[in-house]
């Protein structure tokens, strides 16, 4: 999907489905590492939804204006935005109610392959399991959702903090601080 989107924001889509792909992955921003009269940037301009904003130089960024963006969302059936859940941590890590609800929505996290196998997914406090799409099915109604992320290898990285640890405390110069009868007599 990412390669997707920038091979239509370069050109090779039609400017009408660029958003939409954006969308998709959560975009609210587009950089170019390029000067202002680059080709690319000539292209991007193009684009609807997009509004120039202050940029370093030697880049052109773009906010998304008319998207509905967002790393956590529920769609309807017909993928229609139903509503929004706020990021509470970095990766897709979200907490919150969805009123309303209807029939047939998903829910939709804006992250790569792979993600689910960190993730997990609670309505209600019940764990979802994503469908063959890498959406999670809702019931209808109002619901509480939790998006959690945990992180890889957490214990290995403890364990070598606390090895670390240990070795810069035994490389601490601590000795005697008082000569051995031998050394004053040579």
Known sequence: PVTDAAAAVAGQGRPDEVLGQLEELGVG??????PDGDGLV?????LPGLTRVSSPEGQVLWRITD???????????DGQLVSRVDATGPHGAAHGTV???PEGAVLQVAEGEGWSRYASVHVDG???VAGPTGTYPLPAGTHEIVVDVRTPRLPWHVLTLVLAAVVA???LPFGRSETDEEEQVA
Not at 42 to 46: L, S, Y
Not at 67 to 77: C, S, W
């Open 29 to 34: 921003y587009l950089l170019v590492q390029a």
């Open 42 to 46: 000539q292209q991007v301009e193009r």
């Open 67 to 77: 998207n509905d963006a967002a790393r956590v969302r529920v769609l309807a059936d």
């Open 99 to 101: 009123r309303d609800v």
């Open 126 to 128: 019940g764990l979802v």
């Open 169 to 171: 405390f035994l490389a």
